[in-house]
């Protein structure tokens, strides 16, 4: 692809470009250029380009989103397994305070029946 104003190197250019790369210059321009073939790149095509390298950073950051995905994973599962365990334990020991402290005795006081409840401590006639 040359435009109008491009020329190919003179012999005293032509091993400019490396790795295959054509050496052109812009009579405008003191320096030459290259075209570099397919998988060479920089100002005389010396430099590799890996698109392996842009295929294994996405592999890299698939496998951060996977990790951080299974820590969140982990987290979320240890914080309701938490809540629900100790909401459970609560529960228990909740309903047995409740039992133990609902217990009710009833009393004969001069031949009138009284219950006397724990969760309030208070003195309450039977009602028959």
Known sequence: MCLDHEEPCGPSHRSF????????????IPSPFCRCIENYTGARCEEVFLPSSSIQTKSDLFAAFVALTLL????IIGALYFL??????????????????????????????????QTINSVEPLVD
């Open 72 to 75: 969140l994973g982990t987290l």
């Open 84 to 117: 629900f365990s100790h909401h459970v334990v609560t529960s228990l020991n909740t309903t047995k305070n409740q039992t133990q402290l609902s217990s009710q005795t009833t009393v004969n006081v001069n031949h009138q029946q009284f219950e006397l409840s």
């Open 17 to 28: 470009c490396l790795n295959g790369g054509i050496c052109y210059v812009v009579p405008t």
